[in-house]
């Protein structure tokens, strides 16, 4: 262990070694936007983030189920109001169909307000012919097929500081201002079984979930005046790519002297980032969030028992989240002897399945995609090595959008190759569209009845 480990500051990561940043040309224009987030309020509290900690607590004690979903990478472009309340409006139908079915609370956490940073397998890109530098996501670069727009702009974190107050502005009025009414959530889930090709397979919950409802009416609660029916909290989370950004918005909690970084509730750290010598780690490990890491078909035990000592060496529950992304052909197998290691050890961490990043590949005209069977076969292979090894399948983590996109293959409506070029809308990777997100939530509801 690098001797420097014992004295944590929000700049330390600086002296250890850092991928997966931008090369940012004009190194003046860089410090003066990171000192303009700086000086700008946090976007989320202190507080907030204990509260979604404590959740968590309870995600690791088996009590609580985790979903995590939202956009591989927000978009500068695709940024309106209704974009966001679909995304949300998804994510509260899936709760609902997984809180009736697991029978535990559910835990929402957006990949949203934030989710702007993209790690890149490679510095460049070929685009037909042109050998770009990669796009890195909107709050570094455009999208855009050009050798200017794929500049590294430093206004664009600052733009994206602006994105995220805004969003979770909305995500704040929408989660507490009647939209997540259960009665109304209910609704659009009928709707969604009612218009499903699948629907019959889900019918019998849905009509259970109605019944519960008309029982509660019946003795008198009502769900717009009682605030446990009609408020949700919705926290929010990225990946801590950008660490620049990171340091700009971690700021000292008045309450406790703690540091936490205030761009988001949780913070992860990805899959080409994990290193733990790297700054990632380095910095991530001495916010007081709740954190996440996402853990690839390449780990063994050694490298997750390191892992949670480095970040969670203080062995607090509800702390760290281990995001598995193996493929639905490695999971089962593969993930059995982390969950025995991590046991043993007495880690107390979060398991979510991240069914997407291990089964994406391209279509024969270059198409990112995923399959929906695939999605639920390695959840299928995570629920399988939790039962066999007797530990909580903790939660999911899924990118999705609440738009009708055309982006993943399959689900009830059995979208095909052809039908991707309807509405392949995504700035990164392929997101379940609105239905297929539903779809989602019933079949983890039918994989994890007898769990509980
Ligand atoms: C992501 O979550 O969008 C991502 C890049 O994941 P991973 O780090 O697991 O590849
Ligand atoms: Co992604």
């Not at 290691?341 to 990043?357: I, R, S």
Request: with cysteine; aromatic share 8%.
């Amino acid at each position: 262990m690098p001797e420097s480990r014992a004295t944590w500051s929000p700049t330390s990561w600086h002296d250890r070694p850092v991928v997966q940043q931008p090369d940012w040309p004009d190194a003046g224009a860089l410090e003066q936007s990171l000192k303009h987030i700086a000086s700008m309020p946090p976007l989320v509290f202190a507080g907030e983030a204990r509260s979604l900690q404590t959740e968590l607590a309870h995600v690791a004690a088996g009590n609580a189920f985790l979903l995590q979903a939202g956009d591989c990478a927000e978009s500068f472009e695709e940024f309106s109001a209704d974009n966001i309340r679909e995304k949300l409006r998804v994510i509260l139908q899936m709760a609902v169909v997984l809180t009736y079915s697991v029978g535990v609370p559910i835990v929402k956490v957006g990949r949203i307000a934030g989710q702007f940073a993209k790690p890149r397998s490679s510095p460049t890109e070929m685009v037909g012919e042109l050998e770009l530098p990669s796009f890195r996501g909107h709050i570094v670069n455009d999208a855009n097929p050009s050798e200017a727009a794929r500049i590294p702009n430093p206004d664009r974190l600052v733009q994206a500081y602006h994105q995220s107050a805004s969003t979770l502005n909305l995500l704040r009025a929408f989660t507490k201002g009647g939209f997540a009414d259960l009665s109304r959530v209910h609704a659009w889930t009928q709707e969604f079984v009612a218009s499903s090709p699948e629907g019959e397979r889900y019918e019998q919950v849905a009509a259970e979930i109605e019944r519960a409802l008309t029982f509660m009416r019946a003795c008198g609660i009502d769900t717009e005046s009682n605030p446990n029916l009609s408020q949700v909290d919705v926290f929010t989370s990225h990946e801590a790519l950008i660490l620049g950004y990171e340091e700009a918005l971690t700021r000292q909690d008045s309450l406790t002297g703690g540091w936490f970084d205030c761009s988001a509730h949780m913070l992860w750290i990805g899959e080409r980032t994990r290193d733990l010598d790297g700054a990632h780690v380095e910095f991530l490990r001495g916010v007081g969030n709740p954190i996440g890491c996402k853990i690839g078909p390449t780990t063994n035990a050694e490298f997750v028992l390191e892992l949670c000592e480095v970040l969670n060496p203080s062995r607090i529950p509800g702390r760290l989240t281990l995001i598995t992304r193996m493929g639905a052909d490695k999971i089962e197998d593969g993930l059995r002897p982390l969950l025995r290691a991590v046991a043993d050890a007495g880690h107390p961490v979060v398991w979510a399945c991240d069914p997407m990043h291990g089964n994406t590949y391209a279509t024969a005209n270059g198409r990112k995609t995923r399959h929906f069977d695939d999605v639920v076969a390695e959840i299928g292979g995570f629920v399988r090595a939790h039962r066999a090894e007797r530990t909580w399948p903790g939660g999911i983590h899924v990118e999705l959008t609440g738009e009708n996109v055309t982006e993943c293959l399959g689900g009830g409506d059995d979208l095909v190759d052809t039908d991707l070029d309807d509405r392949y809308e995504t700035v990164c990777d392929p997101r379940l569209n609105a239905r297929q997100s539903v779809d989602l939530a019933f079949r983890v509801a039918e994989l994890l009845r007898d769990f509980t």
